[in-house]
T-cell receptor, first 113, second 114 residues
Framework: SQQGEEDPQALSIQEGENATMNCSYK?????LQWYRQNSGRGLVHLIL?????REKHSGRLRVTLDTSKKSSSLLITASRAADTASYFC?????????????FGQGTRLTINP | DGGITQSPKYLFRKEGQNVTLSCEQN?????MYWYRQDPGQGLRLIYY???????QKGDIAEGYSVSREKKESFPLTVTSAQKNPTAFYLC?????????????FGDGTRLSIL
């Protein structure tokens, strides 16, 4: 059951530019999370935004949430080569009476030096 | 250092063989999860456990089995019934059972067919 869909699937930009990734979802949520995955590694949690929040910041990361449009965006400012990774959004979803995370398919971000 | 350890990093399975992937956490987390990731794809939930001696099927449980005899450990067995087991397997843990906490991931096990 795929809940979130990221857009674009792949993004390639120059170092120093800003990168924006979008996530759309289908059903109502309590919170939305963003994760980063470096090649061949596990996921690392970046930010959690609750349904009553509209924007959240963490260092060079800015996440917005629009519950009326069922969408979220992740902005990485002043990108660095080390930001090259796949980025996933995950929404909480009630499945079989339990609340679990459902992940999108990810955006593959490449930062060119 | 607290974290999640998955082993082995690479695993090869022969035809008709069962293999077991290890996942250990020292974060004292209640909930643990197994995900499967295919190339260029997101994560799909195989099994999860919210408490010792209890576990539930996820979206793609067929051909897999798990146990949760200890809080720290949640091994996954890929059985011979799983006809397409080649994938990257990720284990995660979470404090509490409500999905308003971040999940912590191990570095995965890559399973291939010989």
């Amino acid at each position: 059951s795929q809940q979130g869909e990221e857009d674009p699937q792949a993004l390639s930009i120059q170092e120093g530019e800003n990168a924006t990734m979008n996530c759309s979802y289908k059903t109502s949520i309590n919170n939305l999370q963003w994760y980063r995955q470096n090649s061949g590694r596990g996921l690392v949690h970046l930010i959690l935004i609750r349904s009553n929040e509209r924007e959240k910041h963490s260092g060079r990361l800015r996440v917005t949430l629009d519950t009326s449009k069922k969408s979220s965006s992740l902005l990485i400012t002043a990108s660095r080569a080390a930001d090259t990774a796949s980025y996933f959004c995950a929404t909480d979803n009630i499945i079989q009476g339990a609340q679990k995370l459902v992940f999108g398919q990810g955006t593959r971000l490449t930062i060119n030096p | 250092d607290g974290g999640i350890t998955q082993s082995p990093k690479y695993l090869f399975r022969k035809e008709g063989q069962n293999v077991t992937l290890s996942c250990e956490q020292n974060l004292n987390h209640d909930a643990m999860y197994w995900y499967r990731q295919d190339p260029g794809q997101g994560l799909r939930l195989i099994y999860y456990s919210q408490i010792v001696n209890d576990f539930q099927k996820g979206d793609i449980a067929e051909g897999y089995s798990v146990s949760r005899e200890k809080k720290e450990s949640f091994p996954l067995t890929v059985t011979s019934a799983q006809k397409n087991p080649t994938a990257f397997y990720l284990c995660a843990s979470q404090q509490g059972v409500i999905a308003n906490q971040p999940q912590h991931f191990g570095d995965g096990t890559r399973l291939s067919i010989l």
